[in-house]
Nanobody, 127 residues
């Protein structure tokens, strides 16, 4: 059974950077894609970024394009989300999720494309 554990959240000021990590156990090769999602208080969970485990193909929501970067290190079974130029509106619980099936075109950032979820890590950005 694949498990995902997120780390790296915290409280920072606007303009700062954070790097989240998603550790996949026992190994990442069983997954086809991993995505990062976030959920702010009172809002629905939304897709932020996703990456194809078999390559470097990645996808981003418009709200983070150019500020966030998703990468993976298959040897460490870890997917990262580098977040730069953080804004107060980035405040949310961040989750990583994995899927055993390649998402269809246009669905890489949809929660319904992912079946295995971590517990989340909180990111708070103050102005």
């Amino acid at each position: 059974q694949v498990q995902l554990v997120e780390t790296g959240g915290g409280s920072v000021e606007a303009g700062s950077s954070l790097k989240l990590a998603c550790a996949v156990s026992p190994h990442m090769y069983s997954l086809v894609a991993v995505g990062w999602f976030r959920q702010a208080t009172g809002k629905e969970r939304e897709g932020v970024a996703a990456i194809y485990v078999g390559s470097t193909t990645d996808y981003y929501d418009d709200s983070v394009e150019g500020r966030f970067t998703i990468t993976h290190d298959n040897a460490k079974n870890t997917v990262y989300l580098q977040m730069n130029s953080l804004k107060p509106e980035d405040t949310a619980m961040y989750y990583c999720a994995g899927t055993f099936l390649k998402p269809r075109a246009g669905t890489w950032l949809k929660t319904t494309s992912y079946s295995t979820w971590g517990q989340g890590t909180q990111v708070t950005v103050s102005s």
